[in-house]
């Protein structure tokens, strides 16, 4: 009779959990943080949007309109290779200031693959800034760095996509304007959760609840016996 109520209790708690997991499962995900930005692109310049680290967990929905042709890409980078950049851009722009470095990181490793000749970048210079961001420096950085392409559709004026990283990796968010007249683009980032990692906990709330209910039925049954002859 003990292995009975014993394997009951045991029952009663899978079934507890396999009917948490179920309710669980049944909350319907929320929207997740959003983000936009509308700006203009100058001819054959382009721009870059870090957003943040995201995983299989949780990834991304990106939107995007604008006035004309665009390339849109999805770059992804590991942390620890980020820091590599950081430190690699240390070391060869020692007199750059640091908090460039920390937020244009992409920029600057693309620019360094572009002109490796340039010692130092003077960021203050209108010249610079536009050697910086040109499409040509994007264009050798992605030659450069071909594993970071995480998506990279036809240049079109309406884009949308949904993106789960393999791994966690930080984001970014490129789009580049070939043609010789100014472009307004604009574009959202929504934050959305792995429909798969709901399917999981379905498929365990699935096999836990018939297991519990098989465990729990002979020691419920006995209880009733046992309540019954008294």
Request: hydrophobic content about 50%; proline content about 8%; overall charge negative.
């Amino acid at each position: 009779m003990r292995w009975i109520t014993l394997l009951g209790r045991i029952g009663a708690v899978i079934l507890m959990i396999g009917l948490a997991l179920l309710v669980f499962s049944l909350i319907p995900s929320g929207a997740g943080s959003q983000s936009g930005w509308i700006q203009p692109i100058e001819p054959e310049q382009y721009m870059i949007r870090e957003l943040r680290v995201y995983s299989p967990q949780t990834g991304l929905q990106i939107s995007v309109e604008s006035t004309d042709n665009v390339h849109v890409y999805l770059l992804g980078v590991s942390p620890v290779e980020l820091d590599n950049w950081r430190t690699l851009l240390k070391e060869t722009y020692p007199d750059l200031d640091e908090i460039f470095i920390e937020f244009y990181a992409m920029p600057l490793i693309f620019f360094h693959e572009a002109y490796p000749e340039q010692t130092l970048p003077n960021l203050d210079d209108p010249q610079t800034q536009s050697m910086l961001w040109n499409v040509v420096v994007l264009d050798k950085g992605l030659q450069a760095h071909p594993e970071i392409i995480l998506w990279d559709p036809p240049p079109s004026s309406t884009f949308s996509h949904e993106l789960f990283p393999a791994d966690a990796l930080d984001i970014m968010a490129v789009i580049a304007n070939p043609s010789s007249s100014v472009v307004e683009v604009n574009m959202a980032i929504r934050e959305i959760a792995s429909v798969v990692a709901k399917e999981r906990v379905i498929v365990a709330a699935r096999l836990l609840i018939p297991i519990g209910i098989a465990l729990a039925i002979p020691w419920l049954i006995l209880r009733k016996v046992k309540k019954s002859t008294f």
